[in-house]
């Protein structure tokens, strides 16, 4: 797919490298800027890097187990007809 | 504005003008429908007006608050982009059925009483399926029927539900209801109506059917008025009903897994939807103002950029023909435009701070802690990281970016252009300007939603989970696109209904034959027989009769025991 995908973007490795400064931009921010916590979480939330530990470990979670549920769900293109 | 018109009037007229008309003339009156609509609209006096009799029912046709007058504006501006996405079709069966169908949610959302209301909610059912069958391709037949059975059984039910809560003493006047108590009697029937055209999980299944296989001009249509005319209803009759809490938790969860796995980018958008109608939905089911008001602005805002991302995908379809993802690629190219559009959509619907999604999503989360939900909080958080990646990414990666699928496209006709960047338009407006929605929202809450920390957590959120993506496609662990069929709930009837199809097929009409055999045609030849030799009675005849008889018995006795 990275291979394919050189000839689509203009230059997809310099897209990925703006990603990852972007994130650690954000990241870096959690050390600097105290940020407002919602009581009822607290002290989850108020973990530094806990909103981007969520959102990179819920992304792996959710495409791990929809490999999971493509093993039990998927059948061949047609399936339903006659 | 225009005063002393009843909104719907205008769509009924246009929709019989545009099915004797052709050519400019038509454009100009599917036009100038929902135009004229919106006039009347805005011209509608506060409260009730245009009360009418109807077979002995007192209707109330228009009855207008915050809460309808906010559906029925959305449903003119969908209508108005709708109808110009689609002004290059020339199917008047497309076109008639469109306006009418808009015309039926704006009936529906400003019924006065639950007769109007279930009237408005029969013809968005019927309309809407001759928008799936307008299509032209042999497909869409089986699908528009499948359709149509769960846009009857809802109407049914909901028909059931209203004449029970009518027999036993209930007002049909809405605004005699307020909220309705689900223990009281024929109310599980009203919402099993509005659920089953809101998709609540295991009636889903039309949703994920029906959306991908109509045309590209159909689609947007369809995706705008059914499912959230019944989001409308339940946050009329529902708020704050504790059910539709986990309901909608359930809905916002399980259709993010499908949507990883889907190859048909038109299905992924489909079970995309039904995730966003889980959030208004948790957001009804929560029922604080702050919940409610979350969960309308949402509504509205998932019609702008839902409809934004059925119309690019649109627009890909009505170019290439292809709508899967193994198909697409590396359109950007060909389609610039259309792909900084869909991108728009992408950033709405992923809640990117300064575009629509942003706010109206966060206030429905809020209201979840506020009220104590913290589990479901990080559920919807999650849901939030889900709708990035299939929405927000998958979309238009697959579609215009990955490999370069070497198919011959160029920009959509420039009607579907503008019907595109008006909805992108409207989606960064309301990005950036919030207050001229929230402002006309049904509770007064003051809510804040770019403060520093918001706007970093919500970054934080959706920068990781795109790097998380971007990691997983490297390493070869995201699922690849596959031309699969994945089973769904509607596996049960689809193939269970074959079953059912046998079983009547073989033994039930094999036995029955069997024995009307016996009974009419060898039974009395043999006792006639040792008497008189007749020949026996052709054996069709009898058959032929019989079913009908039978029927009228059934019938008599029906009518009979309803009578006495």
């Not at chain 1, 050390?31 to 981007?52: C, D, Q, S, T």
């Not at chain 2, 402002?439 to 918001?454: A, D, I, Q, R, W």
């Amino acid at each position: 797919m990275s291979q394919d995908s050189h000839e689509a973007h203009a230059s997809p490795s310099k897209i990925h490298w703006v990603l990852v400064a972007a994130c650690a931009v954000v990241f870096a921010a959690d050390f600097f800027y105290h940020r407002h916590l919602e009581p009822a979480i607290e002290k989850i939330e108020g973990i530094p890097g806990f909103y981007p530990i969520y959102g990179f470990v819920g992304i792996a979670l959710l495409v791990l187990l929809s490999r999971g549920l493509r093993a039990v769900v998927s059948r061949e293109d047609g399936y339903y007809d006659d | 504005m225009i005063e002393g018109l009843y909104p719907v009037l205008p769509f009924i007229v246009g929709a019989l003008l545009c099915f004797v008309l052709s050519g400019i003339p038509r454009k100009i009156v599917a036009l100038a429908t929902p135009v004229i609509g919106l006039l009347a609209l805005l011209g509608l006096p506060e409260g009730t007006s245009f009360q009418i009799s109807f077979f002995g029912f007192d209707l109330i046709l228009a009855q207008v608050d915050k809460l309808s007058f906010l559906f029925a504006l959305l449903f003119h501006i969908a209508g108005i982009i709708g109808v110009i996405y689609a002004l290059h079709i020339k199917s008047r069966l497309e076109t008639s059925s469109a306006l009418l169908y808009a015309g039926s949610a704006v009936a529906t959302v400003l019924a006065g009483d639950l007769v109007t209301l279930f009237l408005g909610w029969e013809m968005l059912a019927l309309t809407s399926a001759f928008i799936v069958w307008a299509r032209e391709d042999n497909k869409v037949l089986p699908v528009g029927s499948r359709y149509l059975v769960f846009q009857v059984l809802s109407g049914l039910s909901l028909l059931a539900g209203l004449l029970i809560h009518h027999q036993s003493g209930g007002s049909l006047l809405i605004s005699d209801l307020g909220v309705l108590d689900l223990a009281s009697p024929g109310v599980p029937w009203i919402l099993l109506a509005f659920g089953i055209k809101a998709g609540f999980p295991m009636f889903h299944t039309w949703i994920v059917d029906t959306y991908p296989a109509a045309s590209a001009t159909g689609t947007v249509f369809l995706s705008a008025f059914t499912t959230k005319t019944a989001v409308y209803a339940l946050a009329r009759f529902f708020p704050g009903t504790e059910e539709l809490v986990t309901i909608g938790a359930v809905m916002t969860f399980f259709p993010i897994f499908f949507a990883v796995i889907e190859n048909d980018l038109r299905k992924v958008l489909s079970y995309s939807m039904i995730n966003q109608i889980g959030f208004m939905v948790v957001g009804i089911g929560i029922g604080t103002e702050m919940a409610v008001n979350g969960a309308v602005s949402h509504a509205f805002n998932d019609v702008l950029f839902k409809g934004l991302l059925f119309m690019s995908m649109g627009a890909v379809l009505h170019v290439t023909g292809k709508t899967r993802g193994t198909d697409l690629g590396g359109l950007w190219r060909k389609m610039p435009i259309t792909t900084v559009l869909c991108l728009v959509g992408a950033a709405s619907i992923s809640a990117v701070p300064l575009f629509s999604g942003f706010v109206s999503k966060s206030m429905i989360m809020s209201a979840a802690l506020h009220e104590g939900h913290t589990w479901l909080w990080f559920l919807l958080l999650f849901a939030s990281a889900g709708v990035l990646e299939h929405a927000g990414i998958k979309i238009p990666y697959f579609a215009f970016f990955a490999h370069d699928s070497k198919l011959e496209a160029k920009e959509p006709p420039v009607n579907m252009l503008v019907a595109m960047s008006i909805g992108a338009a409207l989606c960064i407006f309301i990005g950036c300007n919030p207050g001229w929605l929230y402002n006309m929202l049904p509770f007064t809450v003051s809510y804040e939603p770019f403060t520093t920390s918001h706007v970093l957590t919500q970054l934080q959120l959706l920068l990781f989970a795109s790097l998380s993506v971007v990691v997983l496609m490297k390493t070869g662990t995201y699922p690849p696109e596959l031309v699969r069929e994945n089973l769904d709930f509607d596996v049960f009837y689809r193939k269970g209904g074959r079953i059912l199809g046998w079983i009547v097929n073989n033994p039930i009409a094999k036995g029955t034959r069997a024995i009307s055999h016996f009974v009419l045609d060898e039974a009395p030849a043999k006792l006639l027989g040792l008497v008189q030799k007749i020949p026996a009675q052709p054996p069709v005849h009898w058959q032929m009769v019989l079913p009908g008889l039978l029927l009228l018995l059934a019938l008599l006795a029906f009518l009979l025991a309803n009578l006495f």
